[in-house]
T-cell receptor, first 113, second 107 residues
Framework: KAGVTQTPRYLIKTRGQQVTLSCSPI?????VSWYQQTPGQGLQFLFE???????NKGNFPGRFSGRQFSNSRSEMNVSTLELGDSALYLC????????????FGPGTRLTVL | AQRVTQPEKLLSVFKGAPVELKCNYS??????LFWYVQYSRQRLQLLLR??SRESIKGFTADLNKGETSFHLKKPFAQEEDSAMYYC?????????FGAGTILRVKS
């Protein structure tokens, strides 16, 4: 099976812009979770989608949003970018039921100038 | 709030020495704990989970509810074990990660 893929792998934006990141889960996986990884804060949970519905949400401002499509692919959007949004954004997929392992993608490295 | 604490940012050991990466947690229910590893230039991957009670790449971790710990151990470190290790707690459908510990195995 192909692994979790994320596009683009690298992105450079300026403050105030908005950005959309994409995640394609492993075939058959219905749950997609997003995490932000920074040197200062480590890995922090953003949100999780299952069958096109947001099931869980972390403590991030409303500028961070996401959605999931019927084929389980997910997008994450960040509006009005700030310098502090520079991070590696990781996506993970799982079957979405109890005890299922989460498989991580390679991440999208976002740099905000 | 549920928390995962990894007190060491960096652990440096010699090849062949024992390794213990510490992890403490706070959780009000019955915890489900994991160790994830990230090798250089590779994606984050699951190393082991407490419910499996298995040994992966020579690593084991025992859940100690009395001490609220889930330390990762290996009796003899190898150079290829050098990586970033994250302890994580499952809360519903999300993972709460510790800050991570860099393990450096010197020859």
């Amino acid at each position: 099976k192909a692994g979790v893929t994320q596009t683009p792998r690298y992105l450079i934006k300026t403050r105030g812009q908005q950005v959309t990141l994409s995640c394609s889960p492993i075939s058959g996986h219905r749950s997609v979770s997003w995490y932000q990884q920074t040197p200062g804060q480590g890995l922090q949970f953003l949100f999780e989608y299952f069958s096109e519905t947001q099931r869980n949400k972390g403590n991030f401002p409303g500028r961070f949003s996401g959605r999931q499509f019927s084929n389980s692919r997910s997008e994450m959007n960040v509006s009005t970018l700030e310098l502090g949004d520079s991070a590696l954004y990781l996506c993970a997929s799982s079957q979405g039921t109890a005890n299922n392992e989460q498989f991580f993608g390679p991440g999208t490295r976002l740099t905000v100038l | 709030a549920q928390r995962v604490t990894q007190p060491e940012k960096l652990l440096s050991v010699f090849k062949g020495a024992p390794v213990e990466l510490k992890c403490n947690y706070s959780y009000s229910g019955s915890p489900e704990l994991f160790w994830y590893v990230q090798y250089s230039r590779q994606r984050l991957q699951l190393l082991l989970r407490h419910i499996s009670r298995e040994s992966i790449k020579g690593f084991t971790a025992d859940l100690n509810k009395g001490e609220t710990s889930f330390h990762l151990k290996k009796p003899f470190a190898q150079e290829e074990d050098s990586a970033m290790y994250y302890c994580a707690l499952k809360e519903g459908d999300k993972l709460v990660f510790g800050a991570g510990t860099i393990l450096r195995v010197k020859s």
